[in-house]
């Protein structure tokens, strides 16, 4: 492809700018195409890390209830340390598992709206230059 010095654009003739264009414009999408890929890749991997969080809190939640239930079978067989020791451990568990939803939470809600938005303002922008409203 030749380089040659481009007039003006007042001075180029309609045809000459009709055929840029439609050399520019599958570059173009494919550019904003790979935008759009990347971005959704990327909230795709922080939505999976923070459904994995709430996967891991709700096993932690479960560990959790089974201390709590053998914590109550502690305390109706003895009395004192056994269940004692049983409670604080469930309490742990639980308190981590709130920790680990939380921050589940949080990955998600920065993954959404899952819609590729840079790629989407990049089409827009190229089509108001298009029209030649920008």
């Keep these: 492809m030749s380089h040659t010095p481009t007039p003006p654009a007042s001075e180029e003739p309609l045809g ?3 055929h840029r264009l439609s050399e520019q414009i599958p570059e173009l999408v494919r550019s904003e195409l790979r935008l759009a890929q990347t971005e959704l890749a990327e909230k795709g ?3 999976g890390i923070g459904a994995g969080m709430f996967g891991a809190a709700g096993l932690l939640a479960l560990f959790g209830a089974a201390t709590l239930v ?3 079978v502690l305390a109706l067989d003895l009395v004192l340390p056994a269940w004692a020791a ?4 469930a309490a742990v568990l ?3 598992a709130g920790l680990v939803a939380l921050r589940g939470k949080k990955e998600i809600q920065t993954a ?3 819609a590729p938005e840079r790629a989407i303002a990049g089409v827009k922008e190229d089509v108001a230059v298009v029209k030649g409203q920008h």
């Design 112 to 114: 959404t709206p899952a």
């Design 45 to 47: 991997k922080r939505a």
């Design 70 to 72: 053998a914590t109550a």
């Design 94 to 96: 639980l308190a981590a």
């Design 16 to 18: 000459a700018l009709v």
């Design 86 to 89: 049983a409670l604080i451990v």
